[in-house]
């Protein structure tokens, strides 16, 4: 991949840790060329059925990890990818990174995981909680409740609803499911705060994940009263999450001698703020300028937008000061299931024969818009905006004895547009303009799904210029911590780059999406607003039946 000119460039690393994996890019700083990459494979991928080592059973809707797993990027994959580039390891000035969110861990004081004390390591709630981790719903549940019951100023900064993944919900299911983990943990912080921890031995709390994972709003996490009111043992948990609260772009410190030895990089050089895959891309996408959407589309789907001002927008992840660039007000969104569900019907809906993506998608594109008579909703990994409650599942409506296999897959396809429309719709009803979209992730080079989006959503699609929008997108943020750039802004408009305008609304499509956009819309209040609560009271019998001995607790929590 190397496309090194000379000996007098500069370079920066970016390194972005996904669910299963992390990769790591080797940048140019002058103008963005990537000239070097690698990718590592998490040796325990997600932690899903039990803990490693005959380790105890998981209930239902966990996902750990095994924060080993994020040192080895720093082992295998930096040093793998500057061999790629061909680069002197002398001339990399920076290292930045990101990852998913909300990914958390309970940490003695000097940054030791919990699961990595030896008598911890069989307890399931001293490992790292994946964002994918939903066990927390009912201790979410009861924090929105309480906080609209005390009117906590804070609640309508993140649309009224505080989700099963983020930092509070997770803390408060360890609390009550392990009083001992809760009490052994002196951090508990984002798995992004934590790497920058062990690259340069320096703990920070980065304003992204502190705004949006950490109720961190105007200055404050939530009041010791309110917490206490949640549980009395709860009230110390924001001393938890505390540390030295830094901007994005910023250095939290310098490569230590021992992350070195791990990267093959020079100790001393600039280690940048941690970030989130989602919201560092907007960097790479060059669309910091409010109005210009960022849609990181892989296993799930993140929503980005700036504003000028702040707004309270109903079922949204949050608006932070500063959350995606310093200067603007950040807002997120999401949808917590797109490729996986396209994953999921690949692997277990359709036929030997029709197997895969490719072949899917070149029948399902055959067929004008409506002609599969379904529409489907896209919660097969719970709703995470604008309704956020991840005991809400998948539907389809309208299957026949002629549907055929690419009629599902089309209607999946399509019911992830939906949401995100209904994401878009909410963000203009609450006077947050969104003018257009970029698209990042792995998803933006399926042409079927990136048309059904322009036309769903009426809007221009652009495509991010660039395969690793979260690697590129820290390695922008390396370039400004290291000094080479003096704004984000500047260091992406030379960094960055996005393909303008790649695909455009067909006017009839969009005539016949706004159709059946109509019955999603309606399906979606109905199944999600309480008017049926079929999914949860069937999600209550699953988990019964799958852990008997607490059938009887589960059914009279969602009764």
């Given at each position: 991949?190397?496309n090194v000119?000379?000996?007098?460039d500069?370079?920066?690393?970016?390194?972005?840790?996904?669910?299963?994996?992390?990769?790591?890019?080797?940048?140019?700083?002058r103008?963005?060329?990537?000239?070097?990459?690698?990718v590592?494979?998490?040796?325990?991928g997600?932690?899903?059925?039990?803990?490693p080592?005959?380790?105890?059973?998981l209930?239902?809707?966990?996902a750990?990890?095994?924060?080993?797993?994020?040192r080895?990027?720093?082992?295998?994959?930096?040093p793998a990818?500057?061999?790629?580039a061909?680069?002197?390891?002398?001339?990399v000035?920076?290292?930045g990174?990101d990852?998913t969110?909300?990914t958390?861990?309970?940490?003695?004081?000097?940054g030791?995981?919990?699961?990595?004390v030896p008598e911890?390591?069989?307890?399931?709630?001293?490992?790292?909680?994946?964002?994918?981790h939903?066990?927390?719903?009912?201790h979410?549940?009861?924090?929105?409740?309480?906080a609209?019951?005390?009117?906590?100023?804070?609640?309508?900064?993140?649309g009224?609803?505080?989700?099963?993944?983020?930092?509070?919900?997770?803390?408060?299911q360890?609390l009550e499911?392990?009083?001992?983990?809760?009490r052994?943990?002196?951090?508990?912080?984002e798995?992004?705060d934590?790497?920058?921890?062990?690259?340069?031995?320096?703990?920070?709390?980065?304003v992204?994940?502190?705004g949006?994972?950490?109720?961190?709003?105007?200055?404050r996490?939530?009041?010791?009263?309110?917490?206490?009111a949640?549980?009395?043992?709860?009230?110390d948990?924001?001393?938890?999450?505390?540390?030295?609260?830094l901007?994005?772009?910023d250095?939290?410190?310098v490569?230590?001698?021992?992350?070195?030895e791990?990267?093959?990089?020079?100790?001393?050089i600039?280690?940048?703020?941690?970030n989130?895959?989602a919201?560092v891309t907007?960097?790479?996408?060059?669309?910091l300028?409010?109005g210009?959407?960022?849609a990181?589309?892989g296993?799930?789907?993140?929503h980005?937008v700036?504003?000028?001002?702040?707004a309270?927008?109903?079922?949204m992840?949050?608006?932070?000061?500063?959350?995606?660039?310093?200067?603007a007000?950040?807002?997120?969104?999401?949808?917590s299931?797109v490729?996986?569900?396209?994953?999921w019907f690949?692997?277990?809906?359709a036929?030997a024969?029709?197997?895969?993506?490719?072949?899917?998608?070149?029948?399902?594109?055959?067929?004008?818009?409506?002609?599969?008579?379904?529409?489907?909703?896209d919660?097969?990994?719970g709703?995470?905006?604008?309704?956020?409650?991840?005991?809400?599942?998948?539907?389809?409506?309208g299957l026949?004895l002629?549907?055929?296999?690419?009629?599902i897959?089309?209607a999946?396809?399509?019911?992830?547009?939906?949401?995100?429309?209904m994401?878009?719709?909410?963000?203009v009803?609450?006077g947050?303009p969104?003018?257009d979209?970029?698209?990042?992730?792995?998803?933006?080079?399926?042409?079927?799904?990136?048309?059904?989006?322009?036309?769903?959503?009426?809007r221009?699609?652009s495509?991010?210029g660039?395969?690793?929008?979260?690697?590129?997108?820290?390695?922008?943020?390396?370039?400004?911590?290291?000094?080479?750039y003096?704004?984000?802004?500047e260091?992406s408009?030379?960094?960055g780059?996005?393909?303008?305008g790649?695909?455009?609304?067909v006017?009839e499509?969009?005539r016949?999406?706004?159709?059946?956009?109509?019955?999603?819309r309606?399906?979606?209040?109905?199944?999600?607003r309480?008017?049926d609560?079929?999914?949860?009271?069937?999600?209550?019998?699953r988990?019964a039946?799958?852990?008997?001995a607490?059938?009887?607790?589960?059914l009279?929590?969602?009764g």
């Open positions: 991949m190397s000119d000379g000996t007098g500069r370079y920066v690393v970016g390194v972005d840790y996904g669910t299963l994996s992390g990769r790591a890019l080797v940048v140019r700083v103008d963005g060329v990537e000239v070097g990459t690698a590592h494979e998490y040796r325990h997600v932690i899903e059925s039990a803990l080592d005959g380790g105890p059973a209930p239902p809707d966990w750990l990890q095994d924060p080993e797993d994020y080895d990027v720093l082992r295998h994959a930096v990818a500057l061999a790629d061909g680069v002197d390891p002398a001339q000035i920076g290292i990174t990852f969110a909300c958390v861990l309970p940490t003695l004081a000097d030791t995981p919990l699961c990595e911890l390591r069989h307890r399931p709630h001293a490992w790292v909680k994946l964002w994918k939903h066990a927390a719903q009912p979410a549940d009861r924090i929105n409740a309480l609209h019951e005390r009117r906590e100023p804070w609640i309508g900064r993140y009224g609803k505080i989700s099963a993944e983020w930092q509070f919900a997770k803390g408060l360890i499911e392990d009083p001992e983990i809760y052994r943990a002196e951090r508990f912080i798995a992004a934590w790497i920058v921890w062990q690259l340069c031995g320096t703990e920070t709390r980065n992204c994940t502190a949006y994972k950490g109720i961190r709003q105007d200055g996490y939530p009041s010791t009263d309110y917490l206490g949640l549980h009395p043992d709860f009230a948990f924001a001393t938890k999450l505390d540390g030295p609260l901007p994005l772009g250095r939290a410190g490569l230590s001698a021992r992350a070195a791990w990267t093959g990089l020079p100790a001393g600039a280690v940048a703020v941690g989130v895959d919201h907007a960097a790479s996408a060059q669309a300028t409010p210009r959407l960022v990181i589309m296993t799930s789907t993140c980005v700036n504003g000028t001002r702040p309270e927008v109903p079922g992840c949050g608006v932070v000061d500063g959350g995606i660039s310093p200067g007000w950040g807002y997120e969104a999401g949808q299931g490729g996986d569900i396209f994953g690949v692997r277990h809906g036929p024969g029709l197997d895969s993506h490719e072949r899917l998608t070149e029948l399902a594109a055959a067929q004008p818009v409506g002609a599969h008579g379904l529409v489907a909703l919660w097969w990994n709703n995470r905006s604008l309704l956020v409650n991840h005991d809400l599942s998948g539907l389809i409506v026949t002629a549907t055929r296999p690419q009629d897959y089309r999946l396809l399509e019911s992830t547009a939906f949401g995100t429309r994401i878009i719709e909410a963000f009803e609450a947050v969104v003018t979209i970029v698209v990042a992730g792995g998803l933006a080079s399926n042409r079927l799904l990136m048309q059904i989006y322009a036309d769903v959503t009426n221009p699609l495509i991010i660039s395969a690793q929008g979260p690697a590129l997108g820290s390695a922008i943020h390396a370039a400004v911590a290291a000094g080479a003096p704004t984000i802004h260091a408009a030379a960094m780059r996005v393909d303008e790649v695909y455009q609304p006017p499509n969009v016949a999406y706004d159709a059946l956009y109509a019955e999603y309606a399906l979606h209040d109905h199944f999600g309480g008017a609560d079929v999914m949860l009271r069937l999600r209550a019998i988990n039946a799958a852990q008997p607490q059938a009887d607790t589960v009279e929590v969602v």
